[in-house]
């Protein structure tokens, strides 16, 4: 009975086979195609799809990105989602309206502003990452930055094996309804430089445009393609694998679920299946056939497809029958049943105990390929496993070669934009050079002019010689007549000193206007400021083509319009070569106009301001004498005689050739000359002013102004020509030095070496002068002078002319015409002061002209500079 249930369960077996083989063989049939769809999403994802990642490449215009990104929201089915973005940093900075490249910045500049653009990125990815949020949907982001976007997603694709992925195919304004492929050009790079590996969906304007479907292998894995797509391949084969076997194990349920209902139908059927082998039963023809195609088809060299369902077949057949029929051949067991042989002899058909036998060996030799056939693929698998180590070791190579070719790209770059920065330089070095060319061109043609004009001057020269002898005979021929002028010259200035007396000021100055006096001071201008006195601030100025300096008076001073009408009233009568000549005055600004003097006052000079030379001593003892001169004259005025009041170094003024002149008479007092005793002084009582270290200490106490009181400052001033030492009890300590016989420690050392006979005779005048007692001051005219006169002589100074360096004539006392000193000086319409003779000769001659301006002359008229004419006599009669 056991051996009749073998035959239909043999042919179950081998029903069974040829199903398993031909659902093992579907996937070979239907080819690589049918693969890869069961690798695709469907729209309920297996397990192992749910972990998949849809990645979606998105740029910095949120606007058009975010289409792209909610295809895939709606398209994803179950994968998770991950942003992929590029950063690409910029390589010029907009700076001042236009584009900077960075090579040309701060690295610190470049710096921040690639910061910023990442901050940027940041919130740009976030945004993204806020509409999956929206939308039910945990996205992860994935970042790289690099300068060229399609390769950074390619090079991403690689490093994180990406299958899937979206990205635009174009901007949106480029999208039509025909578009069927991707145009920009980042789209075309990826879809042909990604690995094949990857499923690319393009997206423009949220519509699916094109897919670059991903292309599989199969088991075998080509060793040259990317590491990815040998995983994928080797997925694909594990899904089918398993497919193969649950299919093999259905099977096997299915053969032991319908075991029983064979054996029955065997039971009942059994004397047709088991007839002898004589007989030609049709069922028994329909098994021999049916073995006879499973002979057929063992024998077959099975295909990949087939391997597997031949090792799942063996497998099955090990496990249920094969086994047990082994046992029984090789150990007895069939034997050693209740049956005996003859009986089975008897019973059994040899012809199928023969197949039988053959069916068990080629089920061995069918399980012995099957495990070969294992071996085979457990090799396959390790070479796969090789080749993806390979390929892995070659994406890493070749994205280090990817890297070193940026850097190379870079550093050409570098190199191109440097080349670019020497050709600009080399553009301005040649612009340079044209420009010098150019400029020795032109110095070429003014040495040439130099040459000609110098050529000029020679032969103006040699005409110049010639004018000057000519007027070096003439100047000898006026010399002849120049004692009878001196003589005419001081009949006129006693006569005009006889009408001065009752004509008026107008005659003796001019009055300028208060916008001459501003537009010859530049406004007041702190830089032609040279002085600062009680009166108020002193300006140099140029007024009416002559240097003047001016005196405006402070609106805070102690002195006012009084003051400035008593100095124009003196001043305007008084000619001295040793009082400072008033030019003019300006009465709506209570401004005086003096003759200007380059060397300041006598106080700068003995402080030495502005490091300016110290005053040698034959000069000191010089002006003592000419300060002494001028005290005399003004003490001897008739018809009254005048007290300066305000004796002091600051109002000593000194010209270019330090001769001085007195200054500043705001609060000198007239003294009448009456019918007095010898031992009465004339006094005029008023409120002291001046500087308290040179006042007279009785006229500090009393009120009672003398010319005995100018004599004490003239005391006090010349132990300060003598020392050089501050005022401040300078007499105490001159008299110590003579009484201790150390004058010569206490002289000047800076105004050389002094000679001490003559030092200490003026010593000693000083502080006769300087004596408090009023009455014991000697008289200037006789006992004074009477000591600095001889002095004055001895020093070889005794007369203004008396050398060269002193016998230089005011520039303003020349005519510009004649270049001669003025005789009768008038002012033309130009300004200028002339010659009247010389002026009327060129106007006669028909110029109408200004001979120093050559513009023309509003009018002909003169005015008589009668201020300028009694100054000139005044220095002629000196010299």
């Not at 195919?169 to 578009?179: I, L």
């Not at 057949?317 to 050693?336: A, F, P, Q, T």
Request: one cysteine or more; aromatic letters at 6%.
């Amino acid at each position: 009975m056991a051996v009749m249930e073998i035959p239909g369960a043999v042919n179950i077996i081998r029903y069974r086979e040829i199903d398993l083989a031909r659902l093992s063989l579907r996937g070979s049939m239907r080819g690589e195609p049918e693969i890869v769809q069961e690798l695709e999403p469907r729209t309920t994802p297996s397990p192992a799809l749910r972990e998949e990642m849809m990645y979606v490449a998105l740029g910095k215009d949120v606007k058009e990105s975010e289409k792209t990104l909610m295809w895939a929201l709606h398209n994803s089915r179950g994968m998770k989602i991950c942003v992929l973005h590029i950063h690409q940093p910029a390589q010029k900075i907009p700076v001042l309206g236009t584009k900077v490249a960075i090579s040309r910045l701060q690295e610190n500049q470049v710096n921040a502003y690639h910061e910023n653009e990442r901050q940027d990125m940041v919130k740009i990815i976030d945004k993204y990452i806020r509409v999956c949020e929206r939308s039910g949907v945990r996205a992860e982001k994935l970042c790289k930055e690099m300068d060229s976007i399609e390769k950074g997603i390619v090079q991403l694709i690689y490093e994180h094996e990406i299958k899937w992925l979206a990205m635009g195919a174009a901007a949106d304004k480029s999208y039509s309804r025909k578009m069927n492929e991707p145009k920009s050009k980042k789209a075309i790079h990826v879809r042909l430089e990604a690995p094949t590996f990857c499923q690319i969906w393009f997206i423009c304007k949220g519509n699916h445009i094109y897919t670059r479907e991903s292309k599989l292998d199969g088991i075998n894995i080509e060793v040259d393609s990317p590491p990815v797509q040998a995983s994928s391949n080797s997925e694909a084969v594990q899904t089918w694998r398993s497919r193969s076997l649950a299919e093999g194990e259905r099977g096997q349920m299915e053969l032991q679920s319908s075991a029983p209902n064979h054996r029955r139908f065997m039971s009942e059927n059994n004397g047709m299946h088991f007839s002898s082998p004589g007989r030609g039963s049709p069922h028994s023809n329909l098994n021999q056939e049916r073995n006879s195609d499973w002979d057929n088809q063992s024998r077959r060299t099975p295909s990949v497809g087939s391997r597997f369902s031949t090792c799942l077949s063996s497998e099955i057949i090990n496990d249920s029958i094969v086994n047990h029929l082994s046992s029984i051949h090789n150990h007895g067991e069939y034997r050693s049943s209740s049956v005996t042989s003859s009986a089975i002899d008897g019973n059994m058909d040899d012809e199928l105990y023969t197949r039988l036998e053959q069916f068990v060996e080629e089920a061995q030799s069918s399980q012995k390929e099957a495990y070969e056939e294992s071996l085979k693929r457990k090799k396959a698998e390790k070479d796969a496993i090789d080749a993806f180590r390979r390929a892995k070791e070659s994406n890493a190579m070749h994205a280090e070669e990817q890297r070193h070719r940026r850097e190379i790209e870079e550093a050409l770059s570098r190199a191109r934009e440097e080349a670019d920065n020497m050709i600009w330089q080399l553009r301005e070095v040649t612009e340079a050079l044209r420009v010098a060319e150019e400029q020795k061109l032109s110095l070429e043609h003014q040495i040439v002019d130099s040459d000609k004009m110098v050529e000029q001057l020679e032969q103006k020269m040699f005409a110049a010689v010639e004018l000057l002898q000519r007027y070096k005979k003439e100047r000898d021929e006026l010399q002849v007549e120049r004692d009878s002028v001196l003589k005419a010259a001081e009949d006129l200035r006693k006569r005009r000193a006889e009408e001065a007396s009752s004509s008026s000021v107008s005659q003796f100055f001019s009055e300028f206007s208060f916008f001459e006096i501003e537009e010859s001071t530049a406004h007041f201008s702190q830089t032609l400021k040279i002085g600062e006195g009680g009166y108020g601030s002193i300006y140099r100025g140029d007024l009416r083509h002559t240097q003047v300096a001016i005196k405006m008076l402070h609106p805070n001073s102690s002195q006012g319009p009084f003051e400035f009408q008593q100095e124009v009233n003196i001043l305007s009568k008084l000619r001295h070569p040793n009082i400072i000549t008033l030019v003019g005055a300006c009465p709506e600004a209570w401004a005086l106009v003096y003759e200007y003097l380059s060397n300041g006052s006598l106080e700068d000079r003995l402080t030495c301001r502005n490091n300016t030379p110290p005053l040698p001593w034959k000069t000191r003892i010089r002006i003592a004498a000419e300060l002494c001169s001028s005290l005399i004259f003004l003490h001897s005025c008739r018809p009254e005689g005048i007290v300066h009041g305000d004796l002091k170094p600051a109002n000593v003024l000194l010209d270019g050739n330090f001769v001085s002149k007195l200054s500043d008479f705001g609060i000198c007092r007239k003294l009448p000359h009456e019918e007095l005793s010898e031992n009465t002084t004339l006094c005029w009582m008023t409120e002291p002013k001046g500087t308290l270290l040179y006042m007279d200490p009785e006229f500090l106490a009393t009120g009672e102004l003398t010319s005995k009181s100018d004599v004490y400052s003239f005391g006090i001033i010349l132990l300060r020509l003598l020392t050089g030492r501050p005022a401040l009890g300078i007499a105490k300590e001159v008299q110590y030095a003579l009484d201790n016989g150390n004058l010569k420690d206490l002289l000047d050392p800076t105004a050389g070496d002094w000679p001490f006979v003559q030092a200490k005779q003026l010593a000693h005048l000083a502080l006769s002068c300087a004596d408090k007692n009023r009455g014991s001051r000697p008289e200037l005219d006789s006992e004074v002078w009477r000591v600095l006169e001889p002095m004055k002589r001895f020093c070889g100074v005794s007369s203004i002319l008396d050398s060269e360096e002193q016998s230089q004539i005011p520039a303003y006392f020349i005519c510009p015409i004649f270049q001669e000193i003025m005789q009768d000086p008038v002012v033309a319409a130009d300004g200028f002061t002339y010659e009247s003779e010389a002026l009327k000769g060129w106007l006669e001659s028909g110029h109408d002209t200004s001979p120093m301006t050559n513009l023309k002359l509003p009018n002909s008229d003169l005015v008589p500079n009668h201020t300028l004419r009694s100054a000139i006599q005044e220095w002629l009669h000196q010299s």
